[in-house]
T-cell receptor
Framework: DAGITQSPRHKVTETGTPVTLRCHQT?????MYWYRQDPGHGLRLIHY???????DKGEVSDGYSVSRSKTEDFLLTLESATSSQTSVYFC???????????FGPGTRLLVL | AQSVTQPDIHITVSEGASLELRCNYS??????LFWYVQSPGQGLQLLLK??????LVQGIKGFEAEFKRSQSSFNLRKPSVHWSDAAEYFC????????????FGRGTSLIVHP
C-alpha cells in the first residue's frame, strides 16, 4: 500500500478559527488531492496539486486554501472555519491525473 | 466534463448471494473508469479500473466489472458476497487524454445479511 498519512485524525474546533490539515506521502507521487466526504454527496474535490507549488481548484474550493512546498506534503487550510465545513476530509496521491489514487485514512473535523 | 451516477444509495444482499452495483457515466469521448471500496472508518481502496482493451475487468477480492459503451455503464459484480464485503462502493470516471480529475459518484452502501 502507498504510504499516505493524515494529521490530525480528529479535530474539534470553533467557528471562525483557522484550521490546517496535513497530508504526507512517501511514494514520491506528483499529484495530491484533498476531498471532503459528506452523506449524500460522496467525495467532492476541494483542491489538487500537480507538483510543488502547483495547485488548482476543485469543485468545492470556496473557504479553503492549499499549499505544497515539498513533494511529500500537501496542506489544507480553512482560513475561518464554519459549521458547513464539518466533514470527513480525505487526502489522496497518485502518479497522474488518470491514474489510480491512493487514499489516506481521513480526518474527521467538527466545527462548533 | 464527465459525470457519474450510482442509482442505488443502499443495496442489501444475503451472504453467498450474487451482487451487482450499478454505475452510469456521462461523457462524450472514451472514458476511463474505476471502482473503489471504502470499509467503515477507512480511506478508499482501488478495486479495479478500465482504460482500454477487454471490457470485462477483473479486480481484487473477487470483484469484476464490465464496460458497456452502448449503455454508458460500468457495473460491478461479485458472484458470491461475503460478510466482509459490507462497505461503501464508489464509481469514478475520467476523460482519456483530457485534463479533468476523475469524478466520483455518490457511493452505494452495501449491507450484507448473514
Amino acid at each position: 500500500d502507498a504510504g499516505i498519512t493524515q494529521s490530525p485524525r480528529h479535530k474539534v474546533t470553533e467557528t471562525g478559527t483557522p484550521v490546517t490539515l496535513r497530508c504526507h506521502q512517501t511514494e514520491n507521487h506528483r499529484y495530491m488531492y484533498w476531498y471532503r466526504q459528506d452523506p449524500g454527496h460522496g467525495l467532492r474535490l476541494i483542491h489538487y496539486s500537480y507538483g510543488v507549488k502547483d495547485t488548482d481548484k476543485g469543485e468545492v474550493s470556496d473557504g479553503y486554501s492549499v499549499s505544497r512546498s515539498k513533494t511529500e506534503d500537501f496542506l489544507l487550510t480553512l482560513e475561518s472555519a464554519t459549521s458547513s465545513q464539518t466533514s470527513v476530509y480525505f487526502c489522496a496521491s497518485g502518479t497522474g491525473r488518470q491514474e489510480t489514487q491512493y487514499f489516506g485514512p481521513g480526518t474527521r473535523l467538527l466545527v462548533l | 466534463a464527465q459525470s457519474v451516477t450510482q442509482p442505488d444509495i443502499h443495496i442489501t444482499v444475503s451472504e453467498g448471494a450474487s451482487l451487482e452495483l450499478r454505475c452510469n457515466y456521462s461523457y462524450g469521448a472514451t472514458p476511463y473508469l474505476f471502482w473503489y471500496v471504502q470499509s467503515p472508518g477507512q480511506g478508499l481502496q482501488l478495486l479495479l479500473k478500465y482504460f482500454s482493451g477487454d471490457t470485462l475487468v477483473q479486480g481484487i477480492k473477487g470483484f469484476e466489472a464490465e464496460f458497456k459503451r452502448s449503455q454508458s455503464s460500468f457495473n460491478l459484480r461479485k458472484p458470491s458476497v461475503h460478510w466482509s464485503d459490507a462497505a461503501e462502493y464508489f464509481c469514478a470516471v475520467g476523460a482519456q487524454g483530457g485534463s479533468y480529475i476523475p469524478t466520483f459518484g455518490r457511493g452505494t452502501s452495501l449491507i450484507v445479511h448473514p
